[in-house]
């Protein structure tokens, strides 16, 4: 084999492997997609098909028949079943009505029923009213996006601190604050419920909003390493022209490391708009105040019987931080390969 057939035959090996690692990923969207738009009864139906379809049926002397695959002298026939029996079954033929029935032996809940494309967009509407979709909507983007900014104003002006300042003890107030990202959330969750109790801000969204405003150490680690590729000079340029330090930061810093911004933005958005223990926990008596994830769990409850509904219901949770994530792809993967990046 010569090596330019070999170059060839290793490229077309790695796009098989692609192709298969993405088929694998996207597998449990597409399943969750196609479950979305079934009927409840083709759920609940055995060997019914992968796509969303409805059984095939069939008017008979003003009265609706199911269709079934019936094997007749070696074909197999759409046939609609007019009369059920044990041994043999009464089925007319769709295309020739005109020959009445035809005597069919054996059992015919062994045959499989014909299916016919159906997809049930109905369901996302339905969801829509039953779970009162908009208020949901509206509660999740007024959190995430007022927690969005709380995060990126807080988490800017100390990781410029750390980064710019040099003041005494910068290195274990540092290091300290890295050391908070491994104390698990249980840990803090009843002393913090315990404070919010008692000033009365459990049942309303300030227990979810105000702690956004005073920073956290993953999102000020990662905007404080992306500041540190920033050299220096341009900050004394600016000082030479009169800026001060947070005309520096509005003027210089912040458009050079929007990259690790929009990072920490989509980061927090998604964080929040995926949250579901911090809202029940304090909104739990509060059905009003409710983002989507904690009204989509009780929904859930309510409608087991139906899966099309839950995932109808999880794919419209979903469509957000999926059209976010597309659209601002690249400035995503841009801030997080950067920030590892030393000056």
């Not at 060839?8 to 399943?31: D, E, K």
């Not at 904690?294 to 059209?323: C, D, E, K, R, S």
């Amino acid at each position: 084999m010569t090596p330019h057939i070999a170059r060839r035959v290793r490229v077309a090996l790695m796009t098989i492997v692609m192709f298969g690692v993405v088929v694998a990923f996207l597998a449990p969207l597409a399943q969750m997609t196609l479950t979305s738009l079934k009927s409840e009864r083709q759920i609940s139906q055995a060997r019914s098909p992968l796509l969303p379809s409805d059984p095939r049926g069939y008017t008979y002397q003003g009265q609706r028949y199911d269709v079934y695959l019936v094997p007749v002298d070696g074909t197999v026939r759409e046939l609609a079943l007019v009369k059920k029996g044990r041994t043999e079954s009464g089925f007319v033929d769709p295309a020739e009505p005109e020959k009445g029935v035809i005597t069919w032996r054996g059992s015919w809940r062994s045959l499989q029923p014909s299916w016919t494309l159906a997809p049930r967009w109905s369901n996302y509407s339905d969801v829509w009213n039953l779970i009162d979709f908009p208020r949901l909507l509206f509660n999740t983007v007024a959190i995430a996006l007022i927690g969005t900014l709380g995060t990126v104003l807080s988490c800017t002006l100390v990781a410029y601190g750390f980064a710019r300042f040099r003041f005494p003890g910068r290195g274990p107030l540092f290091t300290l604050l890295i050391a908070t990202i491994f104390l698990p959330v249980t840990v803090t969750l009843i002393p913090t419920y315990t404070v919010f109790a008692k000033i009365g801000w459990v049942g309303t969204w300030l227990p979810l909003l105000v702690p956004t405003f005073f920073a956290n150490a993953y999102n000020v680690f990662l905007l404080r390493q992306y500041f540190m590729t920033i050299p220096r000079e341009m900050d004394e340029a600016a000082a030479i022209d009169g800026a001060g330090p947070l005309r520096t930061l509005r003027s210089v810093i912040v458009p050079q490391a929007w990259p690790a911004i929009a990072a920490v933005i989509l980061f927090n958005f998604v964080y929040t708009w995926n949250d579901y223990f911090t809202p029940l926990v304090y909104l739990s008596g509060q059905p009003d105040l409710q983002p989507l994830q904690v009204g989509l769990a009780a929904f859930n409850g309510l409608y087991t019987h139906n899966p099309a509904y839950i995932q109808a219901g999880t794919m419209m949770t979903i469509a957000v931080p999926v059209l976010l994530f597309v659209c601002f792809q690249r400035t995503f993967v841009r801030g997080i390969m950067s920030t590892g990046v030393d000056k």
